[in-house]
């Protein structure tokens, strides 16, 4: 193996991969929308629902994200649109057109896949030729297609390698050259840094992400690594046993999040059980920590509803307190684990233990086990959401 | 689709190879032959093709095809079969026969065969030179061959079970130390072997029960019944057996073969014979070419090739050739062979030994 | 930007047009249907329609009076019982040496493996009867072995002639399986048995051996069918132990007692098939052994004389049998008569490629070559179908794939001898004309290669399978993404990385073409010559020096095309870029 470093990619790219990547670019990215889609596997009547009928927009040329733990139906939801499973019920729409009984090698679509499936019997010039060759295309056509897109993700060197002669990364790149080279309408990728390590896989996440805005093409991306759907996407489809919890902006899912099952999902979550004193349209009052708090809140809570208020680890507030026993508003630290970029603190509190994370400290600043803490929180910050077992 | 139609085409492409090879190796089989109505006593040339079914030994069945289809321009082909054998294959194809000839075989294979619908009657003009004795007047069958029952004896393996000389009479066959030391054929493939069955019918007075009681104890001596009638030779000059109860001919050619410690004997009390036959298949795919065959074999032409190839069989043509190695009939006592009957009670007697003789526990 | 690189009319992928859309299909893809309804249509053809009309006949009336006399009948009790006793001998015997082999072979530490490993494979390029005509020569009453050097007079005729005989001739089935199975055995296994203090004697017993109990059980199973299966041999030394496949024989050849031989037949066909499943569809799901992904390193190789020098006499005293039996064949071709007349001849060689054989020669020959890629391929697509494109109906249908594999010879032939000796009239309307027999078209030809292909697909099917599992389906599946229909995902990707079981599959149709008896009794004729019934009658005949003669060409025809196949498939335009 030559070389080539990972990050070969990901530095300064020049003009001639930059021009190769723009003739790669789609010029109809395409509108997918789903209604009432279902997938029951085993019997339509007693079998366990995959996906419950979920609906959803796709705009042209979005980066989607379906986020939620394994079981929750995402894989499933591309699967269908690919048309690799066939939907119980609902409609698959591509632009406006049903393609529920459009067979998956006639959809305008292309997937990028966790394994790759790069074909092992085949160099990397014939993988990526192999979808323009049953297209028919003159032979010189498809040699200039091919050295475009493999110009274009930075694989000039490597056409007449076998696969299992490259690593992971150029692997990646491979498949994803092979998909882009068919102009797809609609580019499905799942999970597909999963199998790359640590380093190279937030490189290839901000690769993605800068391809495709460049590309403009609408994307629908598999994953249940939460900084993967946060990093990349304009919106997140976070699903769980089935159904969409939340459809929203990465900030909006992560500031505002629709559930529970949201709120713990994405980033980290503490919950207060609170008074609720009052509920206005646009927040609350709330009593917790010895002290009554102005929060904002989840339009759905209403008053005398079950309520839990979320509070994300890096607004809670620590200060040093000559108090020596806790309650109100006074904590004790239980254990502390220094990051480097933070340090992480598990406190007790009389409203529940808390995780609370402390940004770039100063040494000074720092408290450790045992210690007793004023505990507050940013109160823009705070989320008042209802605990109903299923929120909206 | 067009790429969609092109790999199907080259999954089928296979299938058509086949039809189109085998469509080589087969020839077209004609149809109609020429509508003479009967080529008795005129040329045996002809064209198109024959197929025979033939009993006796391969050496013998090839030479006869080469001899005829050189004599007569018909590309003569056959498959050995032992004559049981042959009348089954016959049965089972007899609504639309694949052989055209049942060549050789005791004549009551043929009378069977006949009883069950098989056999076209031919009376070939050739077969006026014919003894009577050795054919059907009705062109059932005619005989074209001779063959007397006797014991094909390894001198050595005699020897070693201790048994002095070679039997000498169905009797002695039943000898104990001839213990698993014996070979016949099965009744059911073997017309040799029904030949035995049927002498013991003849020695027992016709009495069934009689001849089941001998077939039993000598069960009790035999190693193994062979699908083939000559079979039991081979095994005695190999030493599997001491004895093998074969066609005396038959074993004249292993002795010719190089099985020089084989002896041949003939039973005392009688032996029997074979009219080995000849008979036209009803419904053959070439019936005309069927006829010229059979006109051919009851000639002196096919009679004399049997000595050239080692089958020393008594040929029925009174101006073939007897040689050296042939049995002379006068010195054999013979039984009464009645064909008609034997061929008639064949399937009931053979069907009985199956199920009763062959499959007894030996002690 | 689209536009300076792709011209709009020519635009492939037609996405700069605004009224492209995605093709509408006709629903699925059809190239799928077509290819599910080709095979089974083909399958229905070739195994389906001769056993069920085997069965229809078994159930006749008087078919039926033979198969409800099974029991009562103390004739066919004592057939029954044969089969079963030899059968179960054979299949304990036959895995017992399989075992043996396949365990100096992969843990034994020894040179010369490669040479066993071929000596152990070689029964299956061998027609049967090469191992039985070998033994009565060496063996027999006045075998050179037994009588020439040992002075025994030994009655091999019968069970203990048959039981040796097909030990030898199937142990490589047993061999095959084991092998396998102990080389994906992980090692890690017998180095944590190691580490918790157990010896190489404990190892073997307490890891080895329970984890290769499936393996074992299938493969006694799968001997017994083998073994019940078999006609050559018991037509050639069962003496007086008759058995059913032998007895179906007789009825049918010598009696033309068809109702007898579907009746024998169905009884054969019972314990086969149902000891088939269990040994396809609970032992296999027993089996503990994984077959995924290679073992974490290689097991360290036993030295223990403990184990290693008994193992290994077993086993060079088995290789020695095999080579002396075929040393049997090779010489008693070129002598008068083996053991009695050893002088050199080429009379039998003769015989066989100038006389009547070399027409059985090319005929078999043409016929195998033709149902090999057939078969090969046919397996390939079922494997495939069963892997990756059926759901509910891929259980049937490899079914119904195995069943040429399952049901045995005899039943099969006779089934072809009934079902195609006449044209195939269906609701009143022909489908199509007699296949089998001598005035069948292309003189029977046609239904000669079909049970070829019935006999051998289901070893290509087995191993495509399994090849299958192994691979990703996403690889499939990126191939429709890119817009390869069913079919050409087929040819163009999965035929390709299947190729090594595409190669074992196109070996063994080969052979087992070129070496099958049983079923092709029934069908010869005059036209069409098989080598395997011309030994038969050779053999039945006595004349073993033409027997020994084909039995060498016919090896020698197999190992050539192996050898042939094997240089192909290494051609670098067929081998693509070979995998890890």
Redesign the interface.
């Known amino acids: 193996m030559t070389a080539t470093p990972e990050s070969a990619m990901t530095t300064q790219p020049d003009a001639r991969i930059e021009s190769a990547r723009d003739s790669l670019a789609t010029a109809t990215p395409g509108r997918v929308t789903l209604r009432d889609l279902r997938k029951i596997y085993g019997d339509d009547k007693t079998g366990t629902p995959a996906v419950k009928d979920i609906d959803l927009d796709i705009e042209p040329g979005e980066f989607i994200t379906l986020l939620g733990p394994s079981g929750c139906g995402k894989t499933t939801t591309l699967r269908m649109i690919a048309g690799f499973e066939t939907p119980t019920a609902g409609t698959i729409r591509l632009d406006d057109e049903v393609i529920n009984k459009v067979a998956p090698n006639k959809r305008p679509m292309a997937m990028v896949f966790q394994s790759y499936a790069l074909f092992p019997h085949m160099t990397v010039f014939d993988n990526v030729a192999y979808g323009l060759k049953l297209k028919k295309l003159p032979s010189a056509r498809v040699t200039e297609e091919v050295e475009t897109a493999l110009t274009s993700m930075n694989l000039g060197p490597y056409r007449d390698r076998a696969p299992h002669q490259m690593s992971g990364g150029q692997q990646q790149r491979v498949a994803l050259a092979r998909a882009l080279v068919m102009r797809p309408k609609v580019l499905l990728f799942d999970e597909p840094l999963s199998n790359l390590d640590a380093k190279l896989r937030v490189q290839m996440r901000g690769e993605i992400r800068r391809l495709q805005r460049r590309l403009g093409i609408t994307t629908i991306f598999v994953t249940h690594d939460q900084d993967e759907a946060m990093t990349m996407s304009d919106r997140i489809v976070v699903m769980n046993v089935g159904v969409i919890e939340q459809v929203d902006t990465p900030q909006e899912i992560y500031r505002h999040p629709a559930s529970v099952f949201v709120a713990d999902f994405i980033g980290r979550a503490n919950f207060l059980d609170v008074d609720v004193h009052e509920v206005r349209d646009d927040g609350a009052e709330v009593g917790v920590l010895g002290k009554r708090w102005s929060v904002g809140k989840h339009p759905a809570v209403a008053a005398g509803d079950v309520v839990t208020l979320m509070v994300r680890p890096e607004s809670v507030r620590l200060s040093a307190t000559d108090s020596r026993e806790v309650g109100g508003s006074v904590g004790r630290v239980l254990s502390s684990m220094f990051y480097g970029e933070a340090i992480e603190y598990d406190i007790e509190t009389e409203a529940g233990n808390l995780v609370v994370s402390v940004a770039d400290p100063h040494a000074h600043e720092t408290f450790t086990q045992g210690d007793f803490l004023d505990v507050g929180f940013e109160e823009g910050r705070a989320w008042l959401m209802p605990v109903a077992a299923d929120t909206p | 689709?067009?790429?969609?139609r092109t790999?199907?085409l080259?999954?089928t492409l296979?299938?058509g190879?086949?039809?189109l090879?085998?469509?080589c190796?087969?020839e077209e089989t004609p149809t109609t032959t020429s509508s003479s109505s009967s080529s008795a006593g005129g040329s045996i040339k002809g064209t198109g093709e024959v197929?025979?079914a033939c009993t006796p030994?391969?050496e013998q069945c090839?030479a006869m095809a080469a001899a005829f289809t050189k004599a007569s321009g018909i590309k003569t082909?056959?498959?050995?079969?032992s004559s049981?054998?042959g009348?089954?294959?016959l049965?089972?194809?007899k609504?639309?026969?694949?052989?055209d000839v049942l060549y050789g075989g005791p004549s009551d294979g043929h009378v069977a065969a006949f009883n069950s619908g098989l056999i076209e009657p031919y009376v070939s003009a050739n077969a006026a030179a014919i003894p009577d004795k050795y054919k059907d007047k009705d062109g059932k069958w005619t005989g074209t061959y001779v063959g007397v029952l006797g014991f094909c004896s390894n001198k050595d393996?005699l020897t070693?079970a201790g048994v002095s000389a070679a039997p000498s009479s169905w009797a002695e066959l039943l000898d104990p130390k001839l213990k698993?030391q014996v070979a016949i054929a099965?009744p059911?493939?073997s017309g040799t072997s029904y030949t035995a069955v049927w002498t013991q019918m003849v020695l027992n007075g016709m009495d069934e029960a009689k001849t089941f009681d001998y077939l039993g104890k000598l069960?009790q001596n035999?190693?193994?019944?062979?699908?083939?009638g000559?079979?039991p030779?081979?095994?005695a000059?190999?030493?599997?057996?001491a004895v093998g109860v074969i066609f005396s001919h038959d074993c004249v050619k292993y002795q010719k073969?190089?099985?020089d410690m084989l002896e041949s004997t003939f039973p005392s009390e009688g032996s029997g014979y074979e009219i080995g036959a000849v008979s036209v298949v009803k419904g053959g795919?070439n019936a005309e070419n069927a006829k010229k065959f059979i006109d051919w074999t009851l000639t002196p032409d096919h009679q004399d090739i049997g000595p050239t190839v080692g089958s020393f069989q008594i040929p029925t043509h009174p101006e073939a050739k007897i040689t050296e190695d042939m049995v002379k009939l006068d010195e054999v006592k013979l039984v009464e062979y009645d064909s008609l009957a034997a061929g008639e009670k064949k399937k009931e007697l053979?069907?009985k030994f199956?199920?009763e003789v062959?499959?007894a526990?030996?002690e | 930007m689209t536009a300076t690189l792709l011209p709009a009319a020519a635009d492939p992928v037609g996405t700069s047009s605004p009224s492209s859309r995605p093709r509408r299909g006709s629903g699925r893809d059809i190239s799928l249907l077509v290819m599910v309804v080709v095979v089974a249509l083909l399958l229905s053809v070739i195994v389906g329609l001769p056993l069920v009309r085997i069965l229809t006949v078994a159930f006749s009336a008087e078919g039926w009076s033979i198969v409800s006399s099974m029991l009562s009948n103390p004739v066919n009790r004592g057939i029954l019982w044969n089969t079963v006793q030899l059968g179960v001998i054979v299949s304990l015997l036959g895995t017992a040496v399989g075992f043996v082999m396949a365990y100096a072979q992969v843990r034994l530490k020894f040179r010369g493996k490669r040479i066993l490993h071929l000596i152990s494979l070689m029964p299956i390029v061998s027609p049967p009867f090469a191992v039985a005509t070998a033994a009565i020569t060496l063996f027999g009453r006045n075998g050179m072995i037994s009588n020439g050097v040992f002075g025994q007079q030994i009655d091999i005729y019968g069970l203990k002639g048959l039981t040796f005989v097909l030990t030898l001739s199937f142990f490589p089935v047993a061999y095959m399986n084991l092998k396998g199975m102990l080389e994906s055995l992980d090692p890690s296994l017998d180095e944590a048995a190691a580490n918790l203090g157990a010896n190489k004697l404990k190892i073997f017993t307490s890891v080895t051996l329970p984890m290769l109990i499936p393996g074992i059980a299938g493969s006694v199973l799968l001997l017994f069918v083998e073994s019940i299966a078999d006609l050559a041999n018991p037509l050639v030394l069962g003496g007086d132990y008759t058995v059913l496949a032998s007895r179906a024989y007789l009825a049918v050849v010598g009696e033309y007692n068809v109702a007898g031989g579907a009746a024998y037949s169905l009884v054969l066909l019972l314990p086969a098939l149902s000891v088939f499943l269990i040994q396809r569809y609970w032992v296999s799901r027993k089996n503990v052994v994984s077959v995924t992904g290679k073992p974490a390193g290689s097991p360290e190789l036993i030295t223990a004389p403990a184990l290693r020098i008994p193992m290994l006499v077993m086993a060079v005293a088995v290789a020695s049998l095999v080579i002396l039996m075929y040393a049997t064949v090779v010489f008693g071709g070129f002598v008068k008569i083996f053991g009695v007349n050893n002088d050199f001849t080429l009379d039998h060689y003769r015989f066989v490629l100038a006389g009547i054989g070399s027409d059985a020669m090319f005929t078999t020959t043409l016929l195998a070559l033709i149902a090999t890629p057939i078969a090969g391929l046919l397996g390939m697509l079922i494997a495939w179908l069963v892997v990756r494109k059926l759901k509910r109906t891929s259980g049937l249908m490899d079914f119904v794939g195995m069943l040429g594999l399952a049901v045995p010879g005899t039943v099969i032939g006779i089934g072809y001898a009934i079902a195609f000796n006449t044209p195939t009239v269906f609701a009143g309307r022909q489908w199509f004309p007699a296949v089998a027999g001598g005035s069948a078209i292309l003189g029977g030809a046609m239904a000669i290669v079909m049970v070829f292909v019935a006999r051998s697909l289901p070893t290509g099917q087995r191993a495509g399978i399994s090849a299958l599992q192994q691979i990703n389906p996403a690889i499939d599946e990126a191939a429709t993404s890119l817009g390869a229909s069913s079919l050409t995902t087929f040819r163009t990707v999965t035929l390709p990385l299947i190729r090594p079981a595409l190669l074992a599959g196109l070996t063994y149709a080969f052979a087992r073409s070129m070496t099958t008896l049983s079923p092709i009794v029934f069908i010869t004729t005059p036209q069409t010559k098989i080598m395997t019934s011309q030994i038969l009658a050779e053999v039945d005949s006595g004349r073993f020096g033409n027997a020994f003669a084909y039995c060498a060409i016919l090896i020698v025809i197999v190992l050539s095309f192996i050898g042939l196949l094997n240089l192909a498939m290494l051609h670098p335009s067929i081998r693509g870029i070979q995998r890890r």
């Open positions: 689709m067009p790429r969609t790999s199907a080259l999954l296979p299938l190879v086949t039809a090879l085998a469509g190796a087969v197929v025979v030994q391969e090839q082909s056959f498959v050995r079969m049981g054998e009348v089954a294959r049965d089972a194809a609504s639309k026969p694949e052989f393996q070693k698993k099965h059911s493939t069960h035999v190693l193994q019944y062979s699908k083939s000559s079979a030779g081979q095994m000059g190999r030493g599997e057996v073969e190089g099985f795919p053979t069907a199956d199920a062959a499959p526990p030996k």
